[in-house]
């Protein structure tokens, strides 16, 4: 066994399931391994800072101090770039260059972080020598003008004046609403990965791009950023009325106070009883209630004043602060209150939840809106918002389709972007007993009900069988000490009768007719005896027991009475553990079958008697067939006629079970014997 168990590691080893122990090395050596060690495939533990990570275009980069490589991504991992990580892999030749691919093939290297690093001095470039490819994929930093911001699938791209073949990549941001539009006609300084991506597999044809992991490593050059916000400033209300050119690209600038903010989207500023909505891309959005001063593209949207392609920065001048105005509900669908920052009350009648929000429902007298709150943590002592409760809320009017949301509702309905979940105070709690709880209580009762119900028919069904269980056991018992008294009295006198008779007899000659007369006679007390016996019997017979089957109860009764010795013998046939019997229909059938095979014993002169019982899913069958002389034919016809009341006895109790009987002499088939076939209807049981 263990000689079969290294076996099968060895094979295991040799088709490259069971790896080596990863051996740690830096980049440079994985770079510089020798082609025969590279071809052993030994697992390498890399440590380094990840300056780029892709996963939906399965590109990713490491670097330490000696050098930068390639990951094959193959599959999400839970890193991102920035972080410090150890990295398992297999280092393969590639196509390209080196890289680092999983232990198995199709499979992502083993990334595992190890925290936050700090980013790499950045090895300064022009942007010809990484479009040429002479740069490395380490770190590196580069200068010059954007002329163009655009998309290529779900990534920003850059294109950098005078340099078009060289294109700047920023991975996930073409998912949001807006790109950073501001960055075009600035100066600025990149810093990212430079790399080869295919621009056709036939022929294989590489381009080099510039991978930049954010906005955060794209610097403005300061005297770009004053140029730009040298511009006019305009007041916030008539940013609607300046007719916008996007390809003259002219600036203005404004000045108000952050109201609300959608990180990679934009903010709401107000100044005074105005309000504006200004996109800005840029990675570092103001705070909340922060003076700021912007500039960007004038316009308007759908009749609301608009800034596209902002930037912006702290204004020290003094600015009054915005306090939320409380307008009549009606106001609130006005042009005026568009965009404002509003204080409104209301009941909540409907919460759930949507991806980084929570919104509710809510009425206020006869007008619904709802309300947008970031997903977050509620402040101490907030209770968790109920429907029901009555509820103040702050937050920004909106009122007309919006760059802030993704959808609007319909004309006539306004909704309000809270900050935080800070602008939201519950007023009073919703009454304990609301339409809700009512219903849980109410369905509660009635499956309590139902339950008592249903316990009270089950305890009736109890109550009942314990009653018949009792009765019957009290009529047993009543039934036991008849018998015993019978015996006691009755069978005792018949025996001591025949006894005198018997004596009697054998005084008196043979062949004189008062010994013939006394033999009579005592033949007569000896059938009453037997008789009185039987009747005993039938007053003693118990039910069947517990998981005991009418053909078990048979077979002891008959084996219990009647033994194979002699010249008769006897055979019982059936299936065990199927077909239990209630007491009255138990009791008839033994009886039945008792005196059938009796009367085969006495007078049949059989050699075998057998005894068959069957049942289906309609019936039962009590078969007794013997081998002997038969029964004449006016026997059977004439029970009641001498020497028969046996048959009789027959016919009266399958009368009372409401089967059917038949005497066949011979049966169908044989020269000769007697069949004795007792048919009992299932539902005939049910009514005894």
Same mark, same amino acid.
């Given at each position: 066994m263990i000689r079969g168990l290294m076996v099968a590691l060895l094979l295991l080893a040799g088709s490259g399931y069971l790896c080596a122990e990863p051996v740690p090395c830096t980049i440079r050596e994985a770079l510089e391994m020798p082609d025969a060690e590279l071809a052993r495939q030994e697992p390498?533990?890399?440590? /380094? #800072?990840?300056?780029?990570?892709?996963?939906?275009? =399965?590109?990713?980069?490491? !670097?330490? @101090?000696? /050098?930068?490589?390639?990951? +094959?991504?193959?599959?999400? !991992?839970?890193?991102?770039? @920035? %972080?410090e990580v150890e990295v398992t892999g297999i280092v393969d030749p590639g196509i390209n260059g080196r890289n680092l691919r999983g232990l198995e093939a199709g499979r992502s290297p083993v990334i595992r972080t190890l925290g936050k690093g700090r980013w790499p001095e950045a090895a300064d470039a022009t942007a010809g020598e990484v479009a040429s490819g002479m740069s490395s994929s380490m770190w590196t930093r580069i200068e010059g003008r954007i002329g163009a911001v655009g998309t290529a699938g779900d990534r920003v791209r850059l294109t950098l004046e005078g340099h078009p073949e060289l294109p700047v990549y920023i991975p996930g941001s073409a998912r949001q609403v807006h790109v950073p539009g501001h960055l +075009?006609?600035? =100066?600025?300084?990149?810093?990212?990965?430079?790399?080869?991506?295919?621009?056709?597999? +036939? *022929?294989?044809?590489? !381009?080099?791009?510039?991978?930049?992991?954010s906005l955060e490593h794209i610097g403005?050059?300061?005297?770009?950023?004053?140029?730009?916000?040298?511009? *006019?400033?305009?007041?916030?209300h008539d940013l609607q009325w300046i007719p916008g050119d996007e390809n003259l690209r002219r600036f203005t600038r404004v000045r108000g106070v952050v109201t609300m903010v959608k990180p990679g989207r934009g903010f709401y500023l107000q100044r005074g009883t105005s309000s504006a909505w200004v996109q800005c891309a840029e990675s570092n959005p103001p705070a909340l209630n922060a003076r700021v001063e912007c500039s960007g593209i004038p316009g308007g949207y759908h009749g609301a004043g608009m800034l596209r392609?902002?930037? &912006? !920065?702290?204004f020290g001048e003094l600015l009054a602060a915005i306090e939320p105005i409380r307008a009549p509900m009606a106001e609130m669908i006005t042009d005026l209150v568009h965009g404002r920052l509003v204080d409104l009350e209301g009941v909540v009648v409907e919460n759930f939840k949507s991806p980084g929000e929570e919104i509710l429902i809510l009425n206020s007298g006869e007008i619904s809106f709802s309300a947008r709150l970031p997903v977050g943590t509620p402040p101490a002592g907030l209770p968790p918002v109920e429907r029901g409760s009555r509820v103040r809320i702050t937050g920004v009017c909106i009122n007309r389709p919006s760059p802030a949301v993704?959808?609007?509702?319909?004309? @006539?309905?306004? +909704?309000?972007?809270?900050? %935080?979940?800070? %602008? $939201?105070?519950? $007023?009073?709690? *919703?009454?304990? &007993?609301?339409? =809700? =709880?009512?219903?849980?209580?109410?369905?509660? #009762?009635?499956? $309590?009900?139902?339950?008592? /119900?249903? &316990?009270?028919?089950?305890l009736k069904r109890q109550v009942r069988q314990q009653e018949i269980v009792i009765r019957r056991q009290a009529v047993h018992e009543d039934r036991v000490r008849i018998a015993r008294e019978w015996h006691d009295t009755f069978e005792q006198h018949f025996a001591g009768l025949t006894m005198q008779l018997d004596a009697a007899a054998s005084v008196i000659a043979p062949g004189t007719l008062p010994r013939q007369m006394l033999e009579r006679a005592a033949e007569m007390a000896d059938h009453s005896r037997a008789e009185a016996r039987q009747a005993i019997w039938d007053l003693r017979a118990p039910e069947a027991g517990e998981g005991t089957s009418f053909f078990e109860e048979l077979e002891k009764s008959l084996r219990g009475t009647w033994t194979d010795e002699g010249a008769t013998r006897l055979e019982i046939h059936g299936m065990r553990g199927v077909g239990k019997l209630p007491f009255p229909a138990s009791a008839h059938l033994l009886r039945i079958a008792h005196e059938a095979v009796a009367n085969a014993h006495k007078h049949s002169s059989a050699s075998v008697v057998q005894v068959c019982w069957s049942e289906n899913a309609e019936a039962f069958e009590l078969l007794i067939e013997d081998d002997g002389k038969g029964i004449p034919p006016e026997a059977i016809g004439n029970a009641s006629a001498r020497g028969h009341f046996g048959l009789l006895g027959l016919r009266e109790r399958a009368h009372k079970l409401k089967a059917k009987l038949r005497i066949e002499s011979p049966p169908p088939g044989q020269g000769r014997g007697t069949a004795v076939i007792l048919e009992l209807p299932r539902t005939s049981i049910k009514d005894l």
């Amino acid at each position: 066994m263990i000689r079969g168990l290294m076996v099968a590691l060895l094979l295991l080893a040799g088709s490259g399931y069971l790896c080596a122990e990863p051996v740690p090395c830096t980049i440079r050596e994985a770079l510089e391994m020798p082609d025969a060690e590279l071809a052993r495939q030994e697992p390498r533990v890399l440590k /380094g #800072l990840l300056t780029y990570y892709e996963p939906g275009h =399965r590109m990713a980069f490491l !670097q330490d @101090g000696t /050098g930068a490589i390639y990951l +094959q991504i193959k599959n999400a !991992q839970a890193v991102s770039a @920035g %972080d410090e990580v150890e990295v398992t892999g297999i280092v393969d030749p590639g196509i390209n260059g080196r890289n680092l691919r999983g232990l198995e093939a199709g499979r992502s290297p083993v990334i595992r972080t190890l925290g936050k690093g700090r980013w790499p001095e950045a090895a300064d470039a022009t942007a010809g020598e990484v479009a040429s490819g002479m740069s490395s994929s380490m770190w590196t930093r580069i200068e010059g003008r954007i002329g163009a911001v655009g998309t290529a699938g779900d990534r920003v791209r850059l294109t950098l004046e005078g340099h078009p073949e060289l294109p700047v990549y920023i991975p996930g941001s073409a998912r949001q609403v807006h790109v950073p539009g501001h960055l +075009q006609g600035l =100066r600025v300084r990149i810093s990212g990965v430079p790399a080869a991506s295919p621009l056709s597999t +036939q *022929p294989p044809v590489m !381009q080099s791009v510039l991978l930049v992991p954010s906005l955060e490593h794209i610097g403005i050059f300061p005297e770009d950023r004053r140029e730009r916000f040298a511009t *006019p400033e305009v007041m916030l209300h008539d940013l609607q009325w300046i007719p916008g050119d996007e390809n003259l690209r002219r600036f203005t600038r404004v000045r108000g106070v952050v109201t609300m903010v959608k990180p990679g989207r934009g903010f709401y500023l107000q100044r005074g009883t105005s309000s504006a909505w200004v996109q800005c891309a840029e990675s570092n959005p103001p705070a909340l209630n922060a003076r700021v001063e912007c500039s960007g593209i004038p316009g308007g949207y759908h009749g609301a004043g608009m800034l596209r392609d902002a930037m &912006w !920065q702290p204004f020290g001048e003094l600015l009054a602060a915005i306090e939320p105005i409380r307008a009549p509900m009606a106001e609130m669908i006005t042009d005026l209150v568009h965009g404002r920052l509003v204080d409104l009350e209301g009941v909540v009648v409907e919460n759930f939840k949507s991806p980084g929000e929570e919104i509710l429902i809510l009425n206020s007298g006869e007008i619904s809106f709802s309300a947008r709150l970031p997903v977050g943590t509620p402040p101490a002592g907030l209770p968790p918002v109920e429907r029901g409760s009555r509820v103040r809320i702050t937050g920004v009017c909106i009122n007309r389709p919006s760059p802030a949301v993704d959808s609007f509702g319909n004309e @006539g309905h306004f +909704q309000l972007l809270s900050r %935080d979940v800070g %602008d $939201l105070a519950v $007023l009073a709690r *919703p009454p304990f &007993w609301n339409t =809700r =709880r009512l219903g849980l209580l109410l369905a509660g #009762l009635l499956v $309590l009900f139902s339950a008592a /119900g249903a &316990w009270v028919v089950a305890l009736k069904r109890q109550v009942r069988q314990q009653e018949i269980v009792i009765r019957r056991q009290a009529v047993h018992e009543d039934r036991v000490r008849i018998a015993r008294e019978w015996h006691d009295t009755f069978e005792q006198h018949f025996a001591g009768l025949t006894m005198q008779l018997d004596a009697a007899a054998s005084v008196i000659a043979p062949g004189t007719l008062p010994r013939q007369m006394l033999e009579r006679a005592a033949e007569m007390a000896d059938h009453s005896r037997a008789e009185a016996r039987q009747a005993i019997w039938d007053l003693r017979a118990p039910e069947a027991g517990e998981g005991t089957s009418f053909f078990e109860e048979l077979e002891k009764s008959l084996r219990g009475t009647w033994t194979d010795e002699g010249a008769t013998r006897l055979e019982i046939h059936g299936m065990r553990g199927v077909g239990k019997l209630p007491f009255p229909a138990s009791a008839h059938l033994l009886r039945i079958a008792h005196e059938a095979v009796a009367n085969a014993h006495k007078h049949s002169s059989a050699s075998v008697v057998q005894v068959c019982w069957s049942e289906n899913a309609e019936a039962f069958e009590l078969l007794i067939e013997d081998d002997g002389k038969g029964i004449p034919p006016e026997a059977i016809g004439n029970a009641s006629a001498r020497g028969h009341f046996g048959l009789l006895g027959l016919r009266e109790r399958a009368h009372k079970l409401k089967a059917k009987l038949r005497i066949e002499s011979p049966p169908p088939g044989q020269g000769r014997g007697t069949a004795v076939i007792l048919e009992l209807p299932r539902t005939s049981i049910k009514d005894l």
